[in-house]
């Protein structure tokens, strides 16, 4: 299939590229910018005036839910809301059930995933076997099944000893680590920013500290072991002031945070709104504005989703009750233009945070469009509207803090290695 994309703003943040440019696709590939190769005719033309046309998305937290856990969502049902995001790279924590701690699942998960030929799905090996944070799992066998790196999701690592084993390790075979900086000891029974919103409610709080005292454990053992971490959902002022500073001396750090992290904080709970309940929680206005802030100036290097789709009788419970996460697949590109048009923040430079940026991140090809790469491309219209409501989500996960909100950024095409996997309606 041969496609041209014509008349579009093509925004590709990674090669500089901030223009109206004709994009040329064949044989899965960009072949083309500016102006077609020769003898280049096109099956298909795809009319992008006044469009922008940008390199797919690169998430890097999205669970999809298999194995084990079916009831909340399928590969296919996450997947399809992926591309209807214009998300066309997912990187997967090893929370299944079971863990991603064997190299069968994991060939099974890419297995399953290249069937449905949506979107680029790449693994997260458990670091510990089951997540149980006692023994190291086989990370040689993982690498080589297609793990791109080590998490424990959001189980904890009680045991800093084991942290700076499974460092080591990974150290010495080039393997990157990625943590959510969270203390086990003094968040295990909170489930709401520790401060005045929690106290009023009633609900137990998780200190910010709970983030820091984690995070200046992980630097010191990156400062020893030369260790590449990735700090997975900053949520605390603390902690980006504490990642910049890391960044200054040198250390191999990177950083993301949640979508929803960027736009609300713990008053949004409002009367025990479980939709609200995140992991980790919302925090203070002071932080999510810190949040913004390190985003926008580099310290932050990428948004993601971390999508968690949950069934709804979960988030029909009590607050301190209910499952925390939200869907966040089909809002990550809207977010972080409504977060960019909020923080003056140019166009390209949103678009890397969710691009190029984090495909740096997982070490890979991804997330731009140079000639003869992969044609995962993301057509959107940056002006059109939609309101975010249950019957409009994809994800068989109907839960987000931003349901009722109306957000601009319709995506109207999305391709993966120049398939069209997903076309919007007209309107």
Request: charged fraction near 20%; include cysteine; aromatic fraction near 4%.
């Amino acid at each position: 299939m041969k496609i041209h994309i014509k008349g579009g703003r093509l925004v590709d943040p990674r090669h500089g590229i901030d223009a109206q440019r004709d994009l040329f696709i064949a044989a899965g590939k960009v072949v083309g910018v500016g102006a077609p190769p020769e003898g280049f005719h096109a099956n298909r033309v795809l009319d992008a005036a006044g469009l922008v046309v940008a390199p797919g998305l690169v998430d890097l937290s999205a669970r999809l839910r298999e194995p084990g856990f079916e009831h909340k969502a399928t590969l296919e049902s996450e997947m399809r809301a992926a591309v209807a995001g214009g998300v066309t790279t997912l990187a997967v924590p090893p929370d299944t059930d079971p863990p991603l701690d064997e190299p069968g699942l994991v060939e099974m998960l890419k297995h399953r995933a290249k069937s449905l030929n949506l979107a680029h799905v790449h693994p997260l090996g458990a670091l510990t076997a089951r997540l149980e944070g006692e023994r190291l799992a086989e990370m040689a066998e993982l690498a080589d099944a297609g793990c791109v790196a080590f998490s424990q999701a959001d189980a904890p690592l009680p045991n800093a000893e084991v942290l700076w084993r499974a460092l080591q390790y990974a150290a010495t075979m080039g393997y990157a680590v990625w943590l959510q900086p969270q203390e086990p000891s003094l968040a295990r029974s909170g489930v709401a920013h520790d401060g005045e919103v929690a106290t009023r409610l009633g609900l137990a709080g998780v200190p910010p500290f709970a983030e820091t005292i984690a995070l200046a454990t992980i630097l010191a053992l990156v400062r020893v072991t030369g260790t590449r971490v990735h700090l997975c959902r900053l949520s605390t002022a603390e902690g980006v002031a504490m990642v910049r500073q890391a960044k200054r001396e040198g250390l191999p750090v990177t950083a993301d945070v949640a979508a929803h992290h960027v736009h609300l904080s713990d008053v949004d709970i409002g009367w025990f709104d479980a939709h609200f309940r995140l992991v980790p929680p919302l925090r203070s206005a002071r932080d999510r504005d810190a949040l913004r802030a390190g985003l926008a100036d580099g310290t932050i290097d990428a948004v993601c989703s971390d999508h968690a789709p949950v069934d709804e009788d979960a988030k029909l419970l009590p607050f301190a009750e209910a499952e925390p996460g939200a869907s966040g697949l089909e809002l990550v590109l809207a977010l972080t233009l409504k977060w960019a048009a909020e923080a003056k923040v140019p166009l390209a430079s949103a678009l890397a945070r969710v691009t190029s940026a984090p495909a740096a991140v997982l070490g890979i090809d991804a997330g731009h469009l140079g000639i003869g790469h992969g044609a995962d491309v993301c057509v959107f219209d940056p002006a059109a509207h939609f309101r975010v409501t249950p019957d409009a989500l994809r994800s068989q996960g109907k839960n987000t803090p931003f349901l009722g909100y109306e957000l601009a950024g319709v995506v109207r095409y999305t391709l993966v290695s120049g398939h069209l996997v997903h076309e919007a309606p007209a309107a």
